[in-house]
Structures are given as C-alpha cells and as structure tokens.
C-alpha cells in the first residue's frame, strides 16, 4: 500500500483485493466454485473506488455539477438498475427493474404495481424486493427476505443510482402512477422508446 510506484487506485484497494482473494478460497473449498483472478480484480478496484467516492468531502454542486451517467457493470457480472415512483400512500406506486451486462444488452426488464405504499422507504424495498423476487423466483419480510435472496449471488452490490443515470427504470416505474398501466410483466424487448433510451445509457458510460 506504500509503494509508491503503483498507481494510487492500486493501493488504495488492497484490502478489497485481499477480501476477495479470501473469498475466492472460500469458494472453491466449498462450493468446487472457481473464481477468475480478473474477475477478483476488478471487483477489488470497483468496491474499493466506491467506498472512497463515499468517504471523500463532498463538492459544492454550484461549484462542481457532477451528473451521474449510467455505467455498465464489470466484467462477467450483470447489473439491475430498479426503478421507483411514488407519489403518496392514496395512489398507486410503480417499481421496475432493468438487467443488463457487461456487453450492455438488456437481458429482461418488468414492471409491476403496488397500492398503499405508506412511505418512499417503503417503495423503495418493495422495489428491491421485486427485483430480487422476480430474478430468483424459488426464494421467498422486505429487508430480511432481500438479504437472503442476494446470498444465492456469488458477487453482487447495491448502490444508489441518481435519477440522471437511472432513467430508463425510472420512466418503467411511471408508466404505473401517470401512464395507469397496472399489469405486470417481464419483457427482453420493449417499444421503441424505451429501446432507444436503454440504448443511449449503455452508450453513455
């Protein structure tokens, strides 16, 4: 972590290389599972340059405009952007989830309703809840179930995406609470609309 003549990215994450080197063990001891040593990588630089973007001081916004752009997952992972809208408790609340991976093809994306959402923490996990309900359907309350739903994914990570870099899954959430559109679904294809939008945030990162 000293030495001086590696890039600082590099140093800065060798507790997350060696986290995941432990893992890696961990994996192929008991699961017979191997994991790539690149994968083991980039995952280690990701987390590491996350954690230190969040620890890091903050900028004046008015000084420093800093929109957030949708970035395409590392390599060999899959990222789901969830999408959520919630106006108040009397209407109903639209959640989505989009999948893409690292190539930027969108795998699935759904839909669905919810009425008497009492708060937008409470929309909020219901639309994680769904994400992970519907991508892995033979597991089955909201922060607990999420938790254990997650540990069948060898590696995974929920971030916070700002309205900018998560429009896509936004505007499939809207279609519920202004669009009126009740029916849940889960589609590879979609109109053209929300194709060409889909296509101009994987070419955005």
């Known amino acids: 972590m000293n030495n001086h003549r590696l890039e600082e990215k590099i140093c ?3 507790p997350w290389i060696l986290w995941q080197i432990w893992k890696a063990r961990n994996s192929q001891t008991f699961k017979a599972t191997v994991v790539p040593p690149r994968q083991s990588t980039t995952l280690s630089l990701d987390e ?8 890091s001081p903050q900028v004046d916004k008015e000084q ?11 390599v ?3 990222k789901c952007n ?16 989009i999948l893409r991976d690292t190539q930027d093809k969108t795998i699935s994306h759904s839909r669905r309703s919810y009425s008497t959402i009492w708060t ?5 996990l219901r639309a994680i809840f769904w994400a992970v ?8 309350w909201i922060i607990t179930q999420i938790n254990a739903m997650l540990e069948c994914i060898e590696f995974w990570r929920l ?5 900018e870099s998560n429009e896509a899954a936004n505007l499939i959430a809207q279609s519920v609470t202004t669009g009126h559109r009740y029916q849940s679904y889960i589609a590879s294809q979609g109109p053209a609309w929300l194709q060409s939008l889909l296509t101009l945030e994987g070419q955005s990162h």
């Open 12 to 14: 800065q994450a060798v």
């Open 48 to 55: 590491a340059e996350l954690w230190i973007s969040e620890i």
């Open 64 to 74: 420093a405009p800093n929109v957030k752009l949708w970035s395409k997952p590392p």
């Open 76 to 78: 060999g992972a899959f």
């Open 82 to 97: 969830v999408g959520i809208d919630w106006i108040d408790a009397h209407r109903k609340c639209g959640v989505s989830w």
């Open 120 to 124: 937008l923490r409470e929309a909020s």
């Open 133 to 140: 309900e519907r991508l892995f359907p033979h597991l089955n």
């Open 159 to 163: 971030d916070h995406a700002a309205v």
